[in-house]
């Protein structure tokens, strides 16, 4: 039982690049989250998804950042031309159901970005 | 500010003994709580979790405790091991009912296990 597959897992660029993170959320899944994590912090809440639909983006900061979650494929987190303070580690998490019933979420190990 | 956060940053512990690690939260709506592991360069792992309707809640070697009054939650470790050496951290839903459910995480404790 595969569990939520983030990639790639560390990815590097420089300023004015664009970043993609990948998430497939476990088999049976259809509810993807995105978090931050900075060195020494916690993770910050950015986007919850269902397929096709975002739920709720209101960690995600309103420039450079879009997430999608196709019908078809993965999870999708671009930033447009990043920038240093960009430079964390991005989880993806997936949930069965994203109602009290069973909402624990499972965690991907994660994608570094380092933006140079 | 954050409605989460935990009070110690560093926790060290002999192996064998048993260690508490306590949370604070500052939304009395929050209704779901979770306590996750995070092993160096990995994602963060679930541990236990419990409703705002309980108090306590046992699994294995693991014990979660709420007060409300206090709004003060707690993760005790019972017989640490070396494997339990980690960042843990408490995380809060504070949306019932469906819908969005991002969580809101504390800062973190990184547990030491001493030999």
């Known amino acids: 039982n595969a569990g939520v597959m983030q990639n790639p897992r560390h990815l590097v660029r420089r300023r004015g690049q664009e970043a993609r993170l990948r998430c497939s959320p476990m088999?049976?899944?259809?509810?993807v989250y995105w978090y931050r994590q900075l060195p020494e912090e916690g993770l910050k809440f950015m986007v919850y998804l269902q397929k096709e639909n975002i739920i709720d983006e209101s960690g995600m900061p309103k420039e450079r950042f879009s997430a999608e979650f196709p019908k078809e494929g993965p999870s999708i987190l671009r930033i447009q031309q990043v920038v240093r303070g960009d430079s964390a580690a991005y989880f993806c998490?997936?949930?069965?159901?994203?109602?009290?019933?069973?909402?624990?979420?499972?965690f991907g190990p994660g994608t570094r970005l380092t933006v140079l | 500010g954050e409605s989460v956060g935990l009070h110690l940053p560093t926790l060290s512990v002999q192996e064998g003994d048993n260690s508490i690690i306590n949370c604070a939260y500052s939304?009395?709506?929050?209704?779901?709580f979770i306590w996750y592991k995070q092993e160096s360069g990995k994602g963060p792992q679930f541990i236990i979790d419990i409703r705002s309707n309980m108090d306590k809640r046992q699994g294995q070697r693991v014990t979660v405790l709420l007060n409300k009054t206090v709004k003060h939650l707690s993760l005790q470790i019972a017989a640490t091991q070396p494997g339990d050496s980690a960042v843990y951290f408490c995380a809060e839903n504070i949306k019932s009912g469906g819908g969005a459910d991002g969580l809101t995480f504390g800062k973190g404790t990184h547990l030491i296990i001493q030999p």
């Open positions: 088999k049976g899944h259809s509810h």
């Open positions: 998490a997936s949930s069965q159901t994203g109602g009290l019933a069973v909402n624990e979420q499972f």
């Open positions: 939304n009395s709506a929050s209704d779901y």
